[in-house]
C-alpha cells in the first residue's frame, strides 16, 4: 500500500513546549503515558524518521487556535509557524487552519489567506475551548467560509480530558451537535474527530446519515478502537473513516502497526490509511479507489 496519511498532527519540538504552545501539562502526560524521553519535545528531523518507519507519507499539520488569548491557558500556534514547516517539507507536510470565532472578520480573513496565500488544505476548531457547542451561531460564518473556500473542516467531538490541572474545559460537542450543521451546509465537509468517544456510535449515525460527514479516529490508540467503528470501517462505511494519531498523543509508529493488526480488508484498510484524505482534503497522490 502507498503511504499512509495522518490527518491530525500537532507540532510538538522543544521550541512549542519551551513557549506553552501545547496546551497541556505534566498532569496529562502522565495520564496518556508519555514516555519520559518525549515530554521535553521532538525536534521535526526525528518526527520525520518517525513518519518513515511508521510508513506515513503525509501529516497535516495543524495551526492550532485554542481559546480566547484573553482566558488562562489559552494558545494557539502561528499560521507561519505551521506554513515554514510546509514550505521546507512540501511533499511531507500540509498546514489546517485554526478556527477561533471570537476573532471575528479578522479571523475569516485569516483563514482565507491560509488556504489562498499559504496553502493550507483545510480548517481545525476545538469547541471546548471556546465553551461552544459546534451549532453555536459564532461559528457559522466559518463554516461559511470553508464552503466558499472548497476547504474541510475537522472539529474535536467527544469528551475532552482535563488538559491543564487549573484549566477545566465542558465537553460541548457530542457527535449529534454536527446535525444541524451537516443540515446548515450540506456542501462543508466536516470531520468529527477524536473518534467521538464514548459517544462513537453516535458519530457513526451522523457519518452515516450525512454524506458530507466524516470520523477521523486520532487520539486513541487503535488497538482499543470501539467494536461497532470497526466494523463500520471495514465494511459500508470505509469511505468515511480518516486515519489519524493527534501526535504526540499516539505515537506514528505504533498506530500504524496496531491498525495492520485488525486484519481489516485490504480495500477497506487502503481508503481508511490514504484514499480517503486524498478525497476529502484535495491532497497530491494517486486517485482514491471509488467507495463499496
Given at each position: 500500500m502507498p503511504g499512509a496519511i495522518d490527518i491530525v498532527v500537532n507540532l510538538f519540538t522543544p521550541e512549542e513546549v519551551r513557549l506553552g504552545q501545547t496546551g497541556f501539562d505534566a498532569n496529562f502526560t502522565s495520564q496518556?503515558?508519555?514516555?519520559?524521553?518525549?515530554?521535553?519535545?521532538v525536534e521535526m528531523d526525528e518526527y520525520l524518521r518517525k513518519m518513515d518507519r511508521a510508513g506515513i507519507e503525509r501529516s497535516l499539520l495543524i495551526a492550532v487556535r485554542a481559546g480566547d488569548l484573553a482566558m488562562?491557558?489559552?494558545?494557539?500556534?502561528?499560521?507561519?509557524?505551521?506554513?515554514?514547516?510546509?514550505?521546507?517539507?512540501?511533499d511531507r507536510f500540509s498546514g489546517l487552519a485554526g478556527v477561533d470565532p471570537y476573532r471575528g472578520?479578522?479571523?475569516?480573513?485569516?483563514?482565507a489567506h491560509a488556504v489562498k496565500e499559504l496553502g493550507f488544505v483545510g480548517a481545525h476548531l476545538y469547541p471546548h475551548w471556546f465553551k461552544l457547542a459546534p451549532d453555536a451561531a459564532l461559528y457559522y460564518p466559518y463554516y461559511a467560509k470553508c464552503c466558499e473556500l472548497d476547504v474541510p473542516l475537522m472539529m474535536q467531538v467527544g469528551q475532552n480530558l482535563i488538559y491543564q490541572k487549573e484549566v477545566r474545559l465542558p465537553s460541548v460537542a457530542r457527535p449529534i451537535l454536527l446535525d444541524q450543521v451537516a443540515i446548515d451546509f450540506p456542501d462543508?465537509?466536516?470531520?468529527?474527530?477524536?473518534?467521538?468517544?464514548?459517544?462513537?456510535?453516535?458519530?457513526?449515525?451522523?457519518?452515516?446519515?450525512?454524506?458530507?460527514?466524516?470520523?477521523?479516529?486520532d487520539a486513541y490508540?487503535?488497538?482499543?478502537?470501539p467494536p461497532a467503528l470497526k466494523h463500520y470501517m471495514n465494511s459500508y462505511g470505509s469511505h468515511k473513516v480518516l486515519f489519524g494519531t493527534d501526535w504526540p498523543v499516539i505515537d506514528p509508529e505504533r498506530a500504524v502497526a496496531e491498525m495492520a493488526?485488525?486484519?481489516?480488508?485490504?480495500?477497506?484498510?487502503q481508503r481508511v490509511m490514504r484514499d480517503n484524505a486524498l478525497a476529502v482534503f484535495k491532497l497530491?497522490?494517486?486517485?482514491?479507489?471509488?467507495?463499496?
Open positions: 496518556v503515558r508519555m514516555p519520559d524521553a518525549m515530554k521535553h519535545g488562562r491557558g489559552s494558545f494557539e500556534i502561528p499560521y507561519e509557524k505551521v506554513a515554514d514547516w510546509c514550505r521546507k517539507h512540501p472578520m479578522q479571523g475569516l480573513r485569516d483563514l462543508l465537509k466536516l470531520l468529527g474527530i477524536h473518534i467521538g468517544v464514548p459517544w462513537a456510535e453516535e458519530m457513526i449515525a451522523m457519518a452515516w446519515k450525512h454524506a458530507n460527514v466524516f470520523i477521523g479516529i490508540a487503535p488497538k482499543y478502537l493488526a485488525h486484519e481489516f480488508r485490504p480495500e477497506a484498510l497530491p497522490g494517486r486517485a482514491p479507489s471509488s467507495p463499496p
